[in-house]
């Protein structure tokens, strides 16, 4: 059965880069056809997509979010991760990542458990 | 101001059938398929409906989709205190290339 784990900091200063990874367990993430993803929820707000990643290589993300994300792959210790640079108290949210069913199918399926993220000096 | 728009909250007695509305565009809703996520209190979403009616394996028939023109609905019949979560829309956008979600629905059992 298909697990991800979300990790990295908790707080992270403004205007530094916040950098976080997901283990995944029970496959393999450089399986053909598999796209892994990041999404995000602001306290008490909505769910916001990050951007998805092939397991190619080929990176979608949200045209918000687009200047200052990327997501990558390291087959060797089967993870991928997430690097937003320049943060702000605005991007302050609970990170979950997620295999979806490709970049334009949003069938998020697992889920991670999600990591609190806190932008404060 | 999300590009799906759900009601804030909703709510229902045990054992009444509960909708859920979630309106779009042409772009999205209208062109592609619509997914539903169930978020209990403290947990992270999970997937409860896919192309528009599906249901993943585990998902009670309880829970249905459907979807006409730009909108959708998710429909909860029988329903139980164990229902009571946020739940939310989802598409892909074609204009926007990227997904949108809905603000979500609060649904609370009486």
């Known amino acids: 059965q298909l697990q991800l784990q979300e990790s990295g900091p908790g707080l992270v200063k403004p205007s530094e880069t916040l950098s976080l990874t997901c283990t995944v367990s029970g496959g393999s993430i450089s399986s053909s056809t598999y796209y892994w993803g990041w999404i995000r929820q602001p306290p008490g707000k909505a769910l916001e997509w990050i951007g998805s990643?092939?397991?190619?290589?080929?990176?979608y993300y949200n045209p918000s979010l687009k200047s200052r994300v990327t997501i990558s792959l390291d087959t060797s210790k089967n993870q991928f991760s997430l690097k937003l640079t320049s943060v702000t108290a605005a991007d302050t949210a609970v990170y979950y990542c997620?295999?979806?069913?490709?970049?334009?199918?949003?069938?998020?399926?697992?889920w991670g458990q999600g990591t609190l993220v806190t932008v404060s000096s | 101001q999300s590009v799906l728009t759900q009601p804030p909250s909703a709510s229902g007695t045990p054992g009444q059938r509960v909708t859920i509305s979630c309106s779009g565009s042409s772009s999205n809703i209208g062109s592609n398929f619509v997914y539903w996520y169930q978020q209990l209190p403290g947990t992270a979403p999970k997937l409860l409906i896919y192309?528009?009616?599906q249901r993943p394996s585990g998902v009670p028939d309880r829970f249905s989709g459907s979807k006409s023109g730009t909108s959708a609905s998710l429909a909860i019949s029988g329903l139980r205190s164990e229902d009571e979560a946020d739940y939310y829309c989802a598409a892909w956008d074609d204009s926007l290339s990227v997904v949108v979600f809905g603000g979500g629905t609060k649904l609370t059992v009486l």
């Open positions: 192309r528009n009616n």
């Open positions: 990643i092939y397991y190619s290589g080929s990176t």
């Open positions: 997620a295999r979806p069913y490709s970049n334009s199918h949003p069938r998020f399926d697992p």
